[in-house]
Structures are given as C-alpha cells and as structure tokens.
C-alpha cells in the first residue's frame, strides 16, 4: 500500500514538473501590463481587484505578460452603471497578426434602464463573423459576477457564473477553421465603441455621464503558458468531456430564453447560404 501511494504521488509530481508551463491563480500586478490609458488603470489590493475608466481622454486596458495555450480564465466583472451607452467592457483572448485567433466576450452598454448586450465571438485563423449575443438574467452593474472561457482544442465554452451561454465545437472535420496552435494573451479594456455598440451605433457616449468605471476582481487562470506549441499540446484546461447533465440543461435554458442574436440564424447577413456549420447537415445536436 505505502508502495503504491508513493508511486501514485511520484506519478503526479511528474506530471506536474513537466506542465512548467502550467499556471493557477491571478494577479493583475503580477500577470498584466498596462495596455492603455495610464492611471486610468486601478490595481488595489496587492492585485486582487482593478478598476478600468473611461473619461472624455481616453479609455484603458491591460494585457496579460505571458500567452497561452489552452486553459480556463475566470474574472469577476461588476460593469458601467447608470447611462452606459457607447461603452464597450471587454473581456477576451488574441493572438497577433491578420490571421489571428480571438475569443471575444464584449458587454455593449446601454441607455439607463436598458439591458446590457453580452456579445460573444471567435476567430479562427482571421475568420470571424461568428457572433452570438445574449440579455443576462441579472443587472450585471449591481454587483460582481464571473465570466469564463474554457478553451481547448476540442471545444471553447463560455460561461457566466459556471452557466454554459455558448458551446463551440472543434468542426475542422469539416474544414471549419477553430483555435488550436496559436498562443493568445488576456485583455480586459473600457473603450469608447460607440460607433457601433449600441443601437448599431445610433445612440453615443454621453460625455456628462463620465468618468466610467468598471470593477474586476479575483481572475484566475487555469492554463497552460505557451513556450513552445509541443508544451500545451496535451494539456486538457478544464474537462476535456464538455458538460455534464445538468449544465446542458442550464445551456439550453439559457439557448432557449436568452439568445438574441444567432449568426447561424441570420439569413439577411447570408443571404447566399449559411457559414458551413450552421448548414442542416453540419448541426451538431444540443445534447
């Protein structure tokens, strides 16, 4: 028995010491530069928890020291209150170059009073164009909740507070283009969108509302820092599997109440045929 428990452990601290590019917990001074805007950045509580404004000068944003290759990344948003229309809180992940990948959570403000827009995207090699938007069960300004993206090379899952909203599956079977060898950095910015973010881009930032200001605590990253593509090959960034019983049953509550916007299901965009996932043939079931 001692035997076999001192293998087991010796087998686990192996596997350990070769994930050296594995990395848990967060910190915004430890983890981030600045991106933009200056003080407009607010680290507090030895790293803990930031604040990003955006003012009449200039928004602002940070991005994380090291890229990454799979993993699950948490952070608590608690957003812009109040008249929040042309801002645009971004929360995402990116590699460089016209042919990059990017995984993309946005929240679109909006008028007092109106719901906030979280938009979600990915890009695959410089192809887009796959945005799905979706209303919150919650005023996501009253308070701090967690958004996630889970991503793997088998399936990217984006989450609010552990709540499946999106599921996209590797389709490279069928010569969908999916994020699988490029390494991408954190960024979490406030800027001024207001050419398109809210209402199309009708409705703009109202300067005599400023400064905005939204607050992020307690990220996390559970991930594989990319040194050499070989390095994270393997490396499963949450379950592998995809989702048990009861978070698909969350995810199709949430398919079924709260998605306003399916680019699968824009036939005005594509009016010469749907990208070819969201074809008949190609649809994977909600299962």
Known sequence: M??????????????????????????FNKDFDLLFGDDRVDIKEEGKSMSLTLDKYSGSGIISKNEYLFGRFDMQ??????????????????SQGSNHDEIDIEFLGNLSGDPY???????????????????????PT????????????RR??????????????????IGVPFPTKQPMRIYTTLWNGDSW?????KVKLDLLNAPFIAGFKNFNANACIAKTGEDCKVFNGGQN??????????????????????YCRDFRRYAHGLPYECRKDNVLPVV
């Open 77 to 94: 948003i608690k957003l812009v209150p109040g008249n929040s229309a042309g801002t645009v809180t971004a929360y995402y992940l990116s």
């Open 241 to 262: 599997k995809g989702l048990d019983s009861e978070s698909k049953q969350k995810w199709k509550v949430v398919l079924s109440k709260w998605v306003v916007y399916d």
């Open 197 to 201: 973010a809210t209402r199309w881009g």
């Open 117 to 139: 827009l979280l938009s979600t995207n990915v890009y695959a090699n410089g192809n887009g164009g796959r945005e799905m938007q979706y209303y919150l069960w919650f005023d």
């Open 142 to 153: 009253e308070d701090y909740h967690t958004y996630s993206i889970d991503w793997n090379s």
């Open 156 to 173: 990217i899952i984006i989450l609010v507070d552990n709540i499946p909203i999106r599921v996209m599956r590797n389709r490279q079977d």
């Open 2 to 27: 001692a035997t076999s428990y001192v293998c087991s452990l010796f087998l686990l601290l192996s596997l350990f010491l070769s994930f050296k590019t594995f990395v848990w917990g967060g910190n």
